[in-house]
Structure formats: C-alpha cells, structure tokens
C-alpha cells in the first residue's frame, strides 16, 4: 500500500503523519509532497528519514492513496491526475464538496456510498464533521426540521500562521496577521470570506454540505462562526428541531452508543466537554443535552471536538481504511 501525502509539512499534514505511525494500514511506502521550499527536506516516519519530493515526482510514483492538505488550487489542478492514474484522493479542501460528482463522507454516516469509481473522495469541513456525527442516529429516528448553530472555532483551523498570530499577540512577539483582526482577547465573527447573502463561506459550508452529508435537502441550517482565542478545537452550540416527538432519555441513550462519540454531561458537577480536554482525542464529546424550553421536539447541545483530528486528518484516514478495507482501491495488495 503506497501512500502519498500532499501538503505534509502543514497542520493537517503533520498529522496525518502522526496517525499514520499508529494505524494498522499496512504502508509498503509514504510518499511525502510539500511546497517547492520544502523540496529535499526529511521528515522521520517510523524512524526512517523520507525525503520531500515534487507532487510530479508523486504522481508517477503512482500511489494506491493520496491525503490532500494542500488548498483548493492545488486539489483542483492535481487530484484529477492521481485520480487518472487510478489512485484514490481523498481530499481536506472545499475544492470537490460540493461537486455533484464526487462524494462527501463521514465514514461513520455514509462510508457505504462509496464505490471503486470514486477516485476522488471529499474530506467534510470541521466543523461539519463534528456536528452531523452527532445528529445522525437523531436524525435517522427523529428527522431533523431545523438547526441553528454558533461555533467556537480555534485558531488552529486558520492554520499555524493563526495559532502564532495569537501567540503572537499574547506574547508581544512578531508575527504575521492573518485574521482580519486581533484574536487575543477577543472574539471575530466572521471565518473566511463574506458571501452576497452576508453569511461567510464557512456558515454556508455547513449549511450545504450539513444536508449533502445527511441525503437530505428538507433539513433547514443556520449558523453563525466565531474565531475564538483557543489554539486547538472546535466547540458549537447547537439548537436542533425534529419533525417527531423525542424523548431526553432516549436521546441520551443514542448519542451514548454513537460510534465515534463520548457523552460528558453531569451539570451537577460541572462535567461537560471543553477544548482544553478533547484536543489530541478522536472521539467527538457532547454535552449540556436539554430540552429547549420554548418549542416541543427541540433539543440543545454542546458539540467539541478536535478540529485537526476527526475535523480533518483523523476523518480522511478513516476513509482511507474504509476504501482499503472494502477493496475499493486499485490493487490494494
């Protein structure tokens, strides 16, 4: 099983290494791609050093699996040519998402949509991730109406020139600003670009790929996103209403024995998942389960999850091993 990373020196990249390191896929080579000035550079992977090569150099290594962490440019002009040499990509930009063509996954929700056709697998956004992993098994038994959503989004998902921003500012050292205004100590509303409606790119990402993930265009989403002052993980307060009656406890009892999902809810004791707790896990943590007050058939919920991991690097290669799995990749062994 040849594996190829592509973007590997960035946030996303360096761990997929680290995860990597420790899955049961049988890796025979990694395959590691970086930006021109990163060309040459070794990067230790099970203790053995693995040169930084050119994603040309990559392609005709000719991978069974590519990780794609690059940007959307880059996925764009590139995927399609791994894809052509019968590699599967499974890509972490917004690049494919939305592509009627091309799948959306949460292994977990709709891994069983994928074929041996699918040479180019879209990577959910993170903060997607982590709710619609926490709403399907409701929304399979109770379907949803309604969701409204605020995040709590780290500045690890701006990447690391967001993280030493806020270093930056908290520590009086130099940096470069690459959030439209300072973090430390304060909160911005506003993650990525404005769109012609004045929601951002990434409040219509959950919106679309929400209902994409879910195979269901009734769902109706609304969210606002916030970058907050914390280096690592995603929180999201979330209102959600079902078509059918729900029970609390029974609601409870679901998330309990979601895949991929830890309930952590003791108010009397102030238990509930916080960033500071859950980043490096894998699991999504759920908290604060109440019926809201004012309308039946309607819950809120705190969502945290680490947004490097299962919001991106952990997701794709649990693709990755589902395709491999499955036998979906092209001589896999």
């Known amino acids: 099983m040849k594996i190829a990373i592509v973007g590997v020196t960035g946030l996303v990249g360096t761990t997929f ?3 990597l390191e420790k899955t049961p896929i049988h890796i025979t080579q990694i395959i590691l791609v970086a930006s021109s000035k990163s060309i040459g550079k070794r990067i230790v992977f099970k203790n053995i050093p693995i040169p930084i090569i050119t994603i040309d150099q990559a392609i005709a290594l000719k991978p069974h699996i590519v990780l794609f962490s690059a940007g959307s440019s880059i996925s764009l002009e590139y995927a399609p040519l791994f894809a052509a040499q019968n590699a599967v990509v499974i890509d972490n930009s917004s690049a494919w998402r939305m592509n009627k063509e091309h799948k959306l996954i949460v292994p977990e929700i709709n891994g069983n949509i994928l074929t ?3 040479k180019i697998i879209a990577n959910p956004n993170c903060s997607t991730i ?3 992993l926490a709403l399907h098994k409701l929304h399979e038994l109770y379907k949803i109406k309604r969701i409204v959503v ?3 989004q780290s500045v690890s998902g701006g990447g690391q020139k967001a993280i030493n921003q806020l270093i930056g500012e908290r520590e009086n050292i130099e940096h470069t600003k690459v ?3 300072q973090i430390d100590l304060n909160l911005i509303p506003q993650i990525d670009l404005f769109t012609e409606n004045d929601y951002t790119k990434e409040e219509m990402k959950m919106v679309h790929e929400t209902k994409k993930i879910l195979n269901d265009n009734s769902i109706k989403v609304t969210a606002t996103c916030v970058r907050v002052p914390v280096i690592n993980s995603h929180s999201e307060s979330v209102n959600v209403e079902f078509n059918l009656a729900i029970e609390l406890d029974k609601v409870k009892h679901i998330l309990k024995t979601t895949k991929g999902v830890q309930l952590i809810d003791d108010v009397k004791n102030s238990s509930y998942p916080m960033p500071i707790n859950v980043s490096k896990k894998d699991d999504v943590f759920i908290g604060r389960v109440r019926l809201d007050s004012t309308q039946p058939n ?8 680490d947004n490097v991991r299962k919001g991106a690097a952990l997701n794709a290669i649990q693709i990755a091993q589902y395709v ?3 036998k979906l990749v ?3 062994y």
């Open 298 to 305: 309607t819950i809120n919920m705190w969502i945290v999850s």
């Open 330 to 332: 092209h001589e896999a």
């Open 130 to 132: 982590q709710m619609v």
């Open 324 to 326: 491999i799995e499955n």
């Open 179 to 181: 959030l439209p205004h």
């Open 17 to 19: 290494l680290e995860i």
């Open 116 to 118: 041996k056709k699918d």
């Open 150 to 152: 605020s995040t709590y």
